[in-house]
């Protein structure tokens, strides 16, 4: 008899058992955090949260490493407190204090979408704190991006309203199957729309408008998020599902390989949201990287 398929309610249920709520600046903050080891912290963007790297962070526990997300105020199953600044740059900050809050003293940093202006600006700021960064389908020149179409109606009032209460149970599996993933026959629709649930949970995604429309565009912000990739400190990876239609790695991983001067960027054979089907390909990369470091420190002790 075929197992009957979990509610989306259950799925969430059941993700946020496996997780903990703590306290930073008075606002209620959720995180998973899995395994014993060296810290691997993985920042997620839009519209998703820690349940985006739900599967990877288990892959890190089982190599010895404890990974680590933390929803952004605004997403998931953290708080969304009206009077927040929902700006990248005080994103960067608010990830800075909750790590801090979890005592992650070290850490290896993973970036994807949003959370990869967001984590170089982190990087930037606390580069001692990093041990490794790996880039995901992400974008570094935040003065010349443009956003992909399906970005475009939530920075319009009202086009953004009227786009957010269109993403449905029946409409976002769709747009998942489109944009996020190139076989979806291992993701069951409950936990494809447990997306949209933990978009809208509380505030009706009122808060995920005001980070669409808070982007910064600055060239005193693309400085600091050069500053991150070009960090001699500590290594630099990208890894890219190679199908992504929204974040092409043609456009997106070049212009990330040409800041960071890597000789190569590893590809996936997955879509914008390789976490969910090329999880084991990328804690793979991740812990080669993490071991480098390690290789690389003791031959200088040698």
């Known amino acids: 008899m075929a197992q009957k398929e979990k509610s989306v309610s259950e799925v969430i249920k059941e993700h946020e058992a496996s997780g903990r709520y703590f306290d930073v600046d008075g606002i209620k903050t959720f995180a998973l ?52 600044d929902y ?7 608010f990830l800075y204090k909750a790590a801090k809050a979890l005592k992650l003293k070290k850490f290896h940093l993973v970036v994807h979408d949003v959370g990869g202006p967001v984590g170089f600006a982190l990087a930037a700021r606390h580069a001692n704190r990093i041990m490794s960064l790996t880039i995901l389908n992400t974008w570094v020149d935040v003065v010349n991006f443009k956003k992909p179409v399906v970005m475009r109606p939530f ?24 944009m996020g993933v190139v076989n979806s026959s291992r993701i069951s629709t409950s936990e494809m729309n447990a997306y949209v649930d933990l978009l809208k949970r509380q505030d009706n995604g009122k808060a995920f408008l005001k980070i669409m429309r808070n ?12 500053k991150a990739v070009q ?3 500590y290594p630099v990876q990208a890894i890219w599902g190679a199908k992504d239609p929204a974040l092409q ?34 804690a793979d990369k991740v812990v080669d990287l993490a071991k480098s470091v390690h290789l690389k420190t003791v031959k200088k002790e040698v």
């Open 249 to 282: 790695l043609e456009t997106y991983g070049e212009e990330i390989k040409k800041a960071a001067g890597l000789k190569e960027i590893h590809t996936l054979r997955s879509r914008h949201f390789l976490q969910e089907e090329a999880w084991l390909g990328i």
């Open 155 to 178: 920075e319009k009032r009202v086009l953004g309203e009227a786009e957010l209460k269109m993403m449905s149970h029946i409409t976002w599996p769709v747009m998942f199957k489109q």
């Open 215 to 226: 982007f910064d565009l600055s060239e005193e912000f693309r400085n600091l998020c050069y």
């Open 87 to 93: 700006s990248f740059s005080n994103l960067a900050d």
């Open 33 to 84: 955090k899995y395994g014993r080891g060296e810290p691997v912290l993985c920042l997620h963007g839009v519209p998703t949260s820690s349940f985006l790297y739900r599967k990877l962070l288990r892959s890190l526990e089982k190599k010895g490493y404890k990974g680590v997300s933390i929803d952004m105020p605004g997403l998931g199953l953290t708080e969304r407190p009206e009077n927040f």
């Open 231 to 233: 960090s001699k400190d």
